[in-house]
T-cell receptor
Framework: EAQVTQNPRYLITVTGKKLTVTCSQN?????MSWYRQDPGLGLRQIYY???????DKGDVPEGYKVSRKEKRNFPLILESPSPNQTSLYFC??????????FGPGTRLTVT | AQKITQTQPGMFVQEKEAVTLDCTYD???????LFWYKQPSSGEMIFLIY??????QNATEGRYSLNFQKARKSANLVISASQLGDSAMYFC???????????FGTGTSLTVIP
């Protein structure tokens, strides 16, 4: 089954404790992306990647890191999470120019 | 400036009626893509329909159609014969060819009334 998987689905953590949210796709897509969704703000792109070892900042990259060492994986790293990073996070993948397939979302709470 | 603007935070429609969800966009690119996604209360993002900037015909997918007015920079989603299962959040999005970023609007919450 073609899918984008994210783990964990839910995470509660404390300020400053480094965390990684994993994202994996099995569709051989070149394009992968991370978004955060906040009430009233819609989805905002954090980082995106056109291919392995190629990443670019989206609209809200501050406080986040990404890496794309393999085509299928695109982890999101929060080196020192803060409460303002409490949000719903989505990973997505696509063939460039086509619709994105989204993962199920990761709900992160930073206390 | 906002790249995607959805001015209707909430909409109501009677079951079996048609409804139009508004979306305007801002870009100086000649080549871009416009997308609509549905997010039900369960939270997943579901792709509905796509319109390319060079497509001359309005896109249609079943009960969904995209009313694309390039000169006005609008890409409204029309849902015909609304069903209770259409109650959800709807997001308009744009991809610019230069830069490859995606931009989403703030969404419209649609409620279908029986």
């Amino acid at each position: 089954e073609a899918q984008v998987t994210q783990n964990p689905r839910y995470l509660i953590t404390v300020t400053g404790k480094k965390l990684t949210v994993t994202c994996s796709q099995n569709m051989n897509h070149e394009y992968m992306s991370w978004y955060r969704q906040d009430p009233g703000l819609g989805l905002r792109q954090i980082y995106y990647s056109m291919n392995v070892e190629v990443t670019d900042k989206g609209d809200v990259p501050e406080g986040y890191k990404v890496s794309r060492k393999e085509k299928r994986n695109f982890p999101l790293i929060l080196e020192s999470p803060s409460p303002n990073q409490t949000s719903l996070y989505f990973c997505a993948s696509s063939t460039p120019g086509y619709e994105q397939y989204f993962g199920p979302g990761t709900r992160l709470t930073v206390t | 400036a906002q790249k995607i603007t959805q001015t209707q935070p909430g909409m109501f429609v009677q079951e079996k009626e048609a409804v139009t969800l508004d979306c305007t966009y801002d870009t100086s690119d000649q080549s871009y893509g416009l997308f609509w996604y549905k997010q039900p209360s369960s939270g997943e993002m579901i792709f509905l329909i796509y319109q390319g900037s060079y497509d001359e015909q309005n896109a249609t997918e079943g009960r969904y159609s995209l009313n694309f007015q390039k000169a006005r920079k609008s890409a409204n989603l029309v849902i015909s014969a609304s069903q209770l299962g259409d109650s959800a959040m709807y997001f308009c999005a744009m991809r610019e060819v230069t830069g490859n970023q995606f931009y989403f609007g703030t969404g419209t919450s649609l409620t279908v009334i029986p």
